[in-house]
């Protein structure tokens, strides 16, 4: 597959005179999982944000699927397949699991599609299947990594942004949360992947960015990067 799904160029974000983000270039074809690394601060979630449309910019341009996305809500953009697991989950905490994938299919109306995905998900994490009726605020950080992903699998997504998944969770979820990754862009989800565990994500994507200050400041294959000096001195601690 070549058709490109999202193209960012030149794209600049600021938060009053302080510029978050310096003019980058990024794209991803559709069927790519697509890490972007980089350490705290370097613009991740600005740029994730920016994508979504959560944070407007000040000049540069975002297209989804050929066509610009800027003033585009977040509603509109998860409605035309383009949806974002966040930074610290934000699960709906009242709510049992099973109604929180409810929410996750909001923009949806077939109602034998929906219930099928429900069962998808939970043969894709047996562990909330086994919770379904508790409270989502009640489970562990790695239990509510999993529903915010299956939450937003809920969509259909066509482009998964995922922010940090593995923030905050023990080896062996981190592990669980890496696989249910690649699983995902197997079946034909386009990823873009932030994240902090550099080696695992250059592990799982086909390709990779590094950013740094506002600034996209390498990019290849992820295979590649991981045999960088200069990324295994940064970014995997070697």
Known sequence: MTDTILKISNLK???GGIHAIKGIDLEIKDG????LIGANGAG???????ITGLQGWVS????????????????????QGLAMVPEGRGVFARMSITENLQM?????TDTAGIAADIERMFVIFPRLKERATQLAGTMSGGE????????????QPR??????PSMGLSPIMVAKI????RDISAQGVTVLLVEQNARLALQAADRGYVMDSGLITMSGPARAMLDDPKVRAAYLGE
């Open 32 to 35: 790519e999982l697509v890490t």
């Open 104 to 108: 996750g299919a909001y923009t949806r």
């Open 144 to 155: 509510q990594q999993m529903l915010a992903m299956a939450r937003a699998l809920m969509s």
């Open 178 to 181: 890496f696989e249910v990754v």
């Open 159 to 164: 482009l998964l942004l995922l922010d940090e």
């Open 44 to 50: 991740k979630t600005t740029t994730m944000k920016a």
């Open 60 to 79: 540069g341009e975002v297209q989804y699927l050929g066509k610009s996305i800027k003033g585009v809500p977040s509603h509109a953009l998860l409605r």
């Open 13 to 15: 974000v600021a938060y």
